[in-house]
């Protein structure tokens, strides 16, 4: 009885990291128009509030990952709150956009620890046979997080004041502190009663992983607004690639590399980390474009268009935990199998039914999609956590979370480029055209062909479910 309260305690705790940092992108990004009213600034500025935020997460992902797996997880993942305390504040009392945005670096890079050591943490202090419940508990967190996001930065940005967004992580971040140092196991990680020194820490690895991530991100993020053929995209481009090369091989020559090659060799590690990746690209893509079918072609306005999508979020919050347990019991490959192919059966009916008339096609595909999300992305999480070597949960952690920060990335450009293209001339500028004169017709086969786009997604979600071929015992 008592292990069970440990384990629940445990995962609640976890949890609530996950919906902190998962808050905190969605808090902030309803807030822009606010922020940049009080400092006066652009799009181009107040953008970079959200992109630091994200970059600096996404890069650091692998060597939280890691430094987790040398110093013990406990006292990195507190650190990781102290960090994200430490920003949050600086954020609240900051007097400029350049100060706030430092200060959102600062953020993120607690944010980071606090997600590259959370699914290790699951992994390491829950029993295999109960991890797809732990999953499904983290997951609901995330889910309510981005569900009471938008919703609550609203209110406080207009009734109160925007820098209470920030500060009010501090009270929240300091219970939670209080928390993990008693609910979380001291023995959190494989060297916690003696961890080894860092000095033979692989900084070049760490150092190139982050420059590259960069890179790459810079590509995705401006390649539409610039142009993906323009001379700086391509040089970007170039740069993240070559400098990929250079990490893959100092890592396989480094003495203690930041990322252990071998487990990527592990073809049912890789695999779930695939059909994650996968999945997550329409999750990220539908977000970015929905709002703008919702808008231009239902005629709603913001606020009827957040209920809408509260659909997903809620029944997400509601049917995980369920859905977690389910995956203990069952054969957790064939339940992310038949997941996504029920997700690309609803996405791919939505592209032929979003030319009726009426809310009907949009209540059903939001309905229908977090039920399919549901039984795929609390299970695959254990799944591939359940491949994580001993003592490299923290690695396999790492890479797990970055994969999904960059899918998120990848989905939303993809469905940018997909709808840009299927317009034929008709408008330039991607996403943004869906607010310009384009005949409505026009716009209905971009919004039909890109989510064919993410049905494709889905099928190929499907097959590295399929080739994952068994759960780890």
Sequence with gaps: MNDTRNEYMIVLSIAFASFLARLNLYTVNVSLPTISRAFGVGTSEISQVVTSYLLVITGSLILFGKL?????????????????ILGSLLCGISQGISSLIASRFVQGLGSSILLATSFAIIAQAV????????????????????????PLGGIIAGYLTWRLIFLINIPLGIAAVLCALRCLPSPAG??????RQPAGFDIPGAALS?????????????????????????????????????????????GEPLLDMAMLKNGGFVFALAATTMAYMLIAGNAFLLPFYLETVKGMDSTGTGMILLIYSLIYVFVSPYAG????????????AVAMFSGAVNTLFFAWTLRLNGLVPVVVFLAWLGFSYVFFLSPVNGLAMGFAPKGKEGTASGLLNTAINLSMVFGVAIFELVFSQSLSGSAQGGAGAASSQVP????????SHTYIAGGIMCLA???????????PQ
């Design 68 to 84: 987790g797996d040398r110093l013990g997880f406990k006292r990195v993942f507190i650190a990781g709150y102290v960090v994200f």
């Design 127 to 150: 029993p295999k046979e109960r991890l797809g419940w732990a999953f499904g508990i983290n997951a609901t967190a995330n889910a309510i997080g981005v569900a009471a996001g938008a």
């Design 190 to 195: 494989p060297d916690e009663k003696s961890p």
């Design 210 to 254: 982050f420059l590259a991530l960069a890179a790459l991100l810079h590509v995705m993020n401006t390649g539409g607004e610039k142009g993906w053929t323009s001379p700086t995209i391509l040089m970007f481009a170039a740069v993240s690639i070559v400098l990929f090369v250079i990490f893959v091989v100092w890592e396989r020559r480094c």
């Design 325 to 336: 347990r389910l995956s203990d019991r069952t054969d957790t490959v064939k339940l992310c």
């Design 440 to 447: 409505v017709p026009t716009l209905l086969k971009g919004f």
């Design 461 to 471: 979600a499907m097959v590295f479910s399929i080739l994952v071929k068994k759960k």
